[in-house]
């Protein structure tokens, strides 16, 4: 494989980190909150229908927002530090290190443009 296809490859993901565990997403909250770069998360479900749906358009969407950081994380997969989300799927946005929006639900057009407003 050459330099063009992985590049190909990885772009299909787009700039999309998935929270793995608790303790990885622990991780992702402290960096975000210590770069203070922007950033969303999209809480879903892997038995969501709805998330399954909107997760490709979110992977997408990282590659037209370069300057956001992406990050999904499964209810499911980290039930400690999720407990507080209550619908899925649950977008928040970050700035400066902390939460200054949240979506409920899906719909591209409404997540795209949160995403401009955000970037």
């Known amino acids: 494989m050459d330099n063009t296809e992985a590049a190909k490859q990885i772009n299909l993901h787009g700039n999309l980190i998935?929270?793995?565990?608790d303790e990885n997403l622990t991780n992702i909250f402290h960096q975000i909150r210590t770069s203070k770069s922007p950033a969303v998360i999209n809480f879903g479900a892997s038995w969501c229908r709805?998330?399954?749906e909107i997760l490709p358009s979110f992977n997408q969407l990282s590659n037209k927002f370069p300057k956001l950081s992406f990050v999904y994380a499964d209810i499911d997969e980290c039930p400690e530090?999720?407990?507080h989300i209550r619908y899925t799927p649950t977008f928040h946005?970050?700035?400066d290190g902390e939460r200054v929006d949240a979506m409920f639900g899906a719909g591209q057009e409404r997540l795209h443009d949160?995403?401009?407003?955000?970037?």
């Not at 998935?18 to 565990?21: E, L």
Request: net charge positive.
């Open 18 to 21: 998935t929270a793995s565990n």
């Open 50 to 52: 709805v998330c399954a």
């Open 114 to 119: 949160r995403l401009w407003l955000h970037s």
């Open 81 to 83: 530090t999720t407990q």
């Open 93 to 95: 946005f970050y700035r």
